[in-house]
C-alpha cells in the first residue's frame, strides 16, 4: 500500500499551472524575493543587476532569436541590464546600429561616467515625458525593437508607459513589463495596484499583444510572470 503510494507520487509531475506545483513554486518565489542575498545582491560584469537570473536567461533567448534592431529600457538604476543587453548585441554580432537606450528620471554620476559602451544611450527625464519620448525617437535606428518597462512599478505609471512604448515594439518583438509578481502575484503583498494590473487593463484595449507564459512557465517563476508581452500583429 505504501509503495504504491510512493510510486504514483514519483509519477506525479509537479508543474507551475497545477496546484501543488503553483503552491510550492509561489513559497520559493516568496522566499528568494524576500532574501536579502539573491537578486539584491546580483552583479554583472561588476555591475549592480537587480534581476532574477531565469528573467536574465529569458532576455537572452528573445535577442538570440528576434536580433533586435534596438533595446530600450526604462529604469536604468545602477545600470546591469543595460550592460548585460549591450553584451549580448555583442555576442551576437548584431550590426554597430543595434543600440541600447536607458531612460531613468536620475542617473547616478557613477552610472553617468563609468557606464561607457559603444552601444548604450542614457537618457535622463521620466520616461512618461514628453520630451523623454521625443530623445528616443530622435535616438532609435528603427521604429520597431525590444522594449523592457522597469521604471516606477506603481499602476498608473507602468499604464502610462504601455500605451506610449508600446508603438516601439517589432512584431514578433516582446514588451517586457517588469515586477509584475508585487502586489501579492505572489510577493510584496501590499504593494498596491501595480505592473500586474497595469497589464490585465492594457490587454483588454490591445490586441496587437498576448502574454507568452509559455516562455517563462517552463522555468516555473519569473519576477515578470504574465508580463512578457509578445506583439502578434
Ligand atoms: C527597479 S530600478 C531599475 C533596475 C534596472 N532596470 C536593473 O535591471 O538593474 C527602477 C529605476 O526606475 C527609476 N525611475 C523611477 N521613476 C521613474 C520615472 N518616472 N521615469 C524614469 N525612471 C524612473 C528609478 O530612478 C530607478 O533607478
Known amino acids: 500500500m505504501q509503495n504504491q503510494l510512493l510510486g504514483k507520487l514519483k509519477n506525479y509531475a509537479l ?4 496546484l501543488p506545483g503553483r503552491f510550492i513554486t509561489n513559497l520559493f518565489h516568496r522566499m528568494w ?3 536579502p542575498d539573491t537578486w539584491r545582491k546580483n552583479t554583472f560584469l561588476g555591475r549592480r543587476i537587480l534581476q532574477c537570473p531565469f528573467d536574465l536567461h529569458l532576455y537572452q533567448e528573445i535577442i538570440f532569436k528576434t536580433k533586435p534592431s534596438f533595446i530600450l529600457q526604462t529604469g536604468v538604476k545602477w545600470g546591469g541590464s543595460i550592460l548585460y543587453f549591450a ?6 554580432n548584431a550590426d554597430p546600429s543595434a543600440i541600447v537606450i536607458g531612460v531613468d528620471i536620475t542617473l547616478p554620476t557613477t552610472v553617468k ?3 561607457i ?8 527625464g521620466s520616461s512618461t515625458a514628453s520630451q523623454t519620448i521625443e530623445q528616443i525617437k530622435m535616438l532609435l535606428p528603427a521604429s520597431k525593437g525590444l522594449v523592457s518597462l522597469d521604471s516606477d512599478h506603481s499602476q498608473k505609471h507602468v499604464s502610462a508607459e504601455l500605451q506610449l512604448y508600446c508603438e516601439f515594439v517589432e512584431i514578433g518583438s516582446y514588451l517586457v513589463v517588469e515586477d509584475t509578481n508585487i502586489n501579492g502575484h505572489p510577493v510584496a503583498r501590499l504593494s498596491g495596484p501595480g505592473p500586474f494590473e497595469a497589464v ?3 490587454l483588454k484595449t490591445d490586441n496587437r499583444f498576448i502574454r507568452d507564459n509559455s516562455l517563462w512557465q517552463r522555468n516555473f517563476f519569473s519576477f ?3 508580463g512578457w508581452l509578445k506583439r502578434i500583429n
Do not use: A, K
Not at 508543474?15 to 497545477?18: C, V
Not at 553584451?87 to 551576437?92: E, M, P, R, V
Open 15 to 18: 508543474s507551475p499551472t497545477n
Open 33 to 35: 524575493y524576500r532574501s
Open 87 to 92: 553584451s549580448l548585441l555583442d555576442l551576437i
Open 113 to 115: 561616467d563609468d557606464l
Open 117 to 124: 559602451h559603444p552601444r548604450i544611450r542614457l537618457i535622463e
Open 200 to 202: 490585465e487593463n492594457f
Open 224 to 226: 515578470h510572470q504574465y
